[in-house]
């Protein structure tokens, strides 16, 4: 018996079978006597080894960057530093209004209003205060 016997009904054949079958491995109306996770974790396997298999891409070509090379670390590097510290660095101005919000919850009553206030006071260059350390300090991580 399927371990979803409503969906096995429903669907007319293992609630796996559509799966196995999307990633090409095996093909769907054979799929029925996998009824338990041990069975599909061996059919998944199977079909990921199986040459036809879309959920693992190919290894890089010959000529890539090679492991624990110079140039794989200085890739990882810029990665990190494009992924962290220029999306925390995007967000600079929303961590301003809160801090503001946290030092003066009087005068700060929200986010939009803290915007608003801290425009009108410091301009737009005063919504960006900080972002220098946060884009090194969050880059070096």
């Known amino acids: 018996m399927a371990p979803l016997p409503q969906l096995t009904a429903a669907w007319g054949a293992s609630p796996f079978?559509?799966?196995l079958a999307s990633m090409g491995g095996r093909k769907q109306e054979t799929d029925e006597q996998i009824t338990s996770p041990a069975q599909?974790?061996?059919a998944v396997f199977a079909a990921m080894n199986s040459g036809g298999s879309k959920v693992i891409p190919a290894a890089p070509a010959e000529g890539a960057i090679k492991m624990y090379s110079?140039?794989?670390y200085y890739t990882c590097a810029l990665?990190?530093?494009v992924s962290c510290g220029a999306t925390h660095t995007a967000v600079t101005p929303l961590d301003v209004v809160k801090c503001n919000i946290q030092t003066d919850p009087q005068k700060y009553k929200g986010i939009s209003q803290g915007f608003r206030i801290l425009v009108q006071e410091q301009g737009m260059a005063g919504l960006f205060r900080g972002w220098l350390p946060t884009l090194m300090g969050y880059s070096a991580q």
């Open 79 to 81: 990665g990190g530093i």
């Open 17 to 19: 079978s559509a799966a």
């Open 40 to 42: 599909l974790k061996s």
């Open 70 to 72: 110079p140039e794989y």
